[in-house]
T-cell receptor
Framework: DAKTTQPTSMDCAEGRAANLPCNHS???????VYWYRQIHSQGPQYIIH???NNETNEMASLIITEDRKSSTLILPHATLRDTAVYYC?????????????FGTGTRLLVSP | GAVVSQHPSWVICKSGTSVKIECRSL??????MFWYRQFPKKSLMLMAT?????????EQGVEKDKFLINHASLTLSTLTVTSAHPEDSSFYIC?????????????FGDGTRLSIL
């Protein structure tokens, strides 16, 4: 079962920052948080992951709270092509047998 | 980097036939591959996990005799849907994780849309 909670949907204006929240209050000390997105009729695309420090790459930034019970994915300048379902996932299982279990995600709609 | 290729991208076949879907990691070696299915407007559901050279581990409720998984090399896994019926119609997506530390992300193929008539 998924161990994360996300809003069902969010809207964002093109060019503005999109901030997607995720709650993972039962996360364990050595579990990473992963973010993926799925554009219609395609496979999920990896965005970013982190353990406890904030992370940034060419796609997005990941802010993880100090207690690690929640995180926020930030798309700094959203474009229409960022419209997708965004999944926040805490990988389950023991080391070597870990797998990604998807929840329902957040449907982000970027509008002109 | 980290490209996963899935073939075919879509297939239509008659009820009762078997269908094989291939998943390849193009630029990395994948010790572990995963197979998911997705129904319209639903999230991905994990079907099974396979490690190279080992039998696949199936999730609860997934029939292993119905969905045959082979992971014979570090770059190829196959899913065969045996004696397919209309209820097997779905979007099947594979994923692969490379050799290395366990926190490496999984990378996904673009999926195979299977329609059984």
């Amino acid at each position: 079962d998924a161990k994360t909670t996300q809003p069902t949907s969010m809207d964002c204006a093109e060019g503005r920052a999109a901030n997607l929240p995720c709650n993972h209050s039962t996360i364990s000390g050595n579990e990473y948080v992963y973010w993926y997105r799925q554009i219609h009729s395609q496979g999920p695309q990896y965005i970013i992951h982190g353990l406890k420090n904030n992370e940034t790459n060419e796609m997005a930034s990941l802010i993880i709270t100090e207690d690690r019970k929640s995180s926020t994915l930030i798309l700094p300048h959203a474009t229409l092509r960022d419209t997708a379902v965004y999944y926040c996932i805490v990988r389950v299982g023991n080391t070597g047998f870990q797998k990604l279990v998807f929840g329902t995600g957040t449907r982000l709609l970027v509008s002109p | 980097g980290a490209v996963v290729s899935q073939h075919p991208s879509w297939v239509i076949c008659k009820s009762g036939t078997s269908v094989k879907i291939e998943c390849r990691s193009l630029d990395f070696q994948a010790t572990t591959m995963f197979w998911y299915r997705q129904f319209p407007k639903k999230s991905l559901m994990l079907m099974a996990t396979s490690n190279e050279g080992s039998k696949a581990t199936y999730e609860q409720g997934v029939e292993k005799d119905k969905f045959l998984i082979n992971h014979a090399s570090l770059t190829l896994s196959t899913l065969t849907v045996t004696s397919a019926h209309p209820e097997d119609s779905s979007f099947y997506i594979c994923s692969a994780r490379g050799v290395g530390t366990s926190n490496q992300p999984q990378h996904f193929g673009d999926g195979t849309r299977l329609s059984i008539l």
